[in-house]
């Protein structure tokens, strides 16, 4: 693989280890709160912790390559990583019929534990790795790279900064002078210099219209048993993460990955919009509709609900709900509210600085046309106008818009009066759309809850 001879070593290491600290702190804990490991059903239940976890690690490829993960990913790695664990082994004593026998303070505090000891964990072996490696070149495998372009260039930073990857680049065969990179040679050169020096890997960052070229270094490679890495330079135009598949033998290059491209990950946050807006729209509508309809209908004539066309997910267009919060106006579809807007009556004022005002949208979700949590919805006259001006702008419709979004709690909301403010919200629903997880929108849920409690200074 890319990451080098240790792959498989260090994601089998980190497995065990984590097993073995499984087994430890249950042990300890046991031992510090005075319950008896010996017993029967603490045994049974060590047992399925740890045959829980081999299983969320068969479901779930958690630790793939441990040194790709960073900062907060390590964390809700973890948290999902603990969650599965949590529901296979609650099931166990369940089905086994013990869970009566197991005390409930310790679960608790074990698992709790657990989520402070696996990412100190993971992060520990990584810097032991990269300060065992560092002053282990002769156990790094060599390499040379082929072309001395951009791509090739950032390849080489990548490797020589993060030396946990366990490869050691000797420097570049290209054919055009350089003189702050380190030059071996020209591509002639190459083979020799390969054959000479133990190379047990080759990056290559030659452009296409090399193919033959590139085809003869590939043959040199697999005649001499040396691992063969074709780098297209494509990464100009990259700017999120990207996958790779093989149709019939054709590399395919998806240039926007989404975990939303997953229907099991649609279904998940579907699930999640009809068991909160029916609640929602059962429970609790109901009573914001008995205060606020007729304060609405005493506030001025006209209707209780708003409806204003909007631009939904793929571009498609839907009737968007809220509660009426301003006079019937003609610049209703053209213009945003500003904070001291003559339009707005005073409890509409109100609505919309605690978001009451949106709270109709659950229909919406309900419905289908929206979720909870995603992009907001702009009205058709934005999307045709900032679509020209914003170059990204229309990739935030690849998903259904929401309530509330990452962009808002971040700050991005109400009038944008310079076009940056845009831009930024466009960044984060961008954002948002990549690294999208039923735990990221629990987050924004309950950040939005929070703000519609605390007041917002950009709600108006």
Known sequence: MIYGRYRIFISSLYAIMTLGL??????????????????????????????????????????????????????????????FLLLLTFTGLFVLHISNAISRLFFVTYFAVLLVLMPLSHIVLRKLLTWTLGFRERSMEKAVILGANLVGRKLNAKLTRNTYYG??????????????YKL?????????????????????????????????FQDFA?????????????????????EVEVVQGIPVFAMRRSPLDSFHNVLIKRALDVVLSVFFLLVIFPLVCLIFV??????????????????GRNGKTFYCYKFRSMRPNRDADRLQATANDSRKTRVGDFMRRTNIDE????????RGEMSIVGPRPHMLLHTESYSQLIGKYMVRHFIKPGV?????????????????????????????????????????????????????????
């Not at 709270?359 to 309900?366: A, K, W």
């Open 167 to 180: 490869i050691r680049v000797l420097g570049f065969f290209d054919d055009t002078p350089l003189t702050d």
């Open 222 to 242: 697999e005649a001499n048993v040396i691992s063969f890495y074709f780098v297209p330079q494509i990464s100009y135009c990259l700017y999120n993460q990207m």
């Open 359 to 366: 709270l109709p949208q659950f229909i919406n979700v309900l």
């Open 404 to 460: 509330t979004g990452w962009a808002q709690i971040h700050g991005f909301r109400g009038e944008t009066k310079e076009l940056a403010q845009m831009e930024g919200r466009i960044i984060k629903d961008i954002w948002y759309i990549e690294h999208w997880s039923i735990w990221l929108d629990l987050e924004i849920i309950f950040r939005t809850a929070f703000s519609m409690v605390a007041g917002d200074k950009k709600a108006y």
């Open 294 to 311: 007729p304060l609405i209908k005493l506030s001025s004539p006209g209707p209780v609900f708003f409806r204003q066309q909007r631009t």
């Open 184 to 216: 071996l040679g020209s591509i002639a050169e190459a083979k020799d210099y390969i054959k000479a020096n133990g190379v047990t890997r080759i990056y290559c960052s030659l452009p296409m219209i090399e193919e033959a070229l590139i085809r003869d």
């Open 22 to 83: 499984l087994s430890v702190a249950f042990v300890l804990l046991a031992w510090l709160m005075g319950e008896s490991i010996m017993g029967e059903p603490y045994r049974i239940l060590l047992t399925l912790i740890l045959l829980g976890y081999v299983i969320t690690l068969m479901f779930r490829r958690f630790y793939g390559d441990i040194r790709e993960l960073r900062g907060r990913y390590i964390l809700r790695n973890t948290v999902e990583t603990l969650s």
